[in-house]
């Protein structure tokens, strides 16, 4: 099984930063592929990025396009987001998931195991 956990989540200003963390509870070489979602009250889940862990591939939402990055460190065996010119609309829990397969990123029903999630919250 594996264990995601997400860390680094608050409150901050509108126009600030954030770097979320989610630790793997295994270190592994095979090829895996992880992504950020996130869901506001109310709504359903969104994609917000995506990596290809052994080779760096990496996708975005156009919401996020240009203000976060997704990237990871193999020896921590750890994703990160970090989250710039942060606003309002980006208030949501953040959870982070990996899939086993490749393809269909952006789509949350395609991913296999899921972390508990981190709340973000972007004060006006």
């Known amino acids: 099984q594996v264990q995601l956990v997400e860390s680094g989540g608050g409150l901050v200003q509108a126009g600030g930063s954030l770097r979320l963390s989610c630790a793997a509870s295994?270190?592994?070489?095979?090829?895996?592929?992880m992504g950020w979602f996130r869901q506001a009250p109310g709504k359903e889940r969104e994609f917000v990025a995506a990596?290809?862990?052994?080779?760096?591939?990496?996708l975005y939402a156009d919401s996020v396009k240009g203000r976060f990055t997704i990237s990871i460190d193999i020896a921590k065996d750890t994703l990160y987001l970090q989250m710039n010119s942060l606003k309002p609309e980006d208030t949501a829990v953040y959870f982070c998931?990996?899939?086993?397969?490749?393809?269909?990123?952006?789509?949350?029903?395609?991913?296999?195991?899921w972390g508990q999630g981190t709340q973000v919250t972007v004060s006006s």
């Open positions: 998931a990996l899939k086993k397969n490749y393809g269909a990123f952006g789509n949350d029903k395609a991913y296999d195991y």
């Open positions: 295994r270190r592994t070489v095979d090829t895996r592929f």
């Open positions: 990596i290809i862990w052994n080779v760096g591939n990496k």
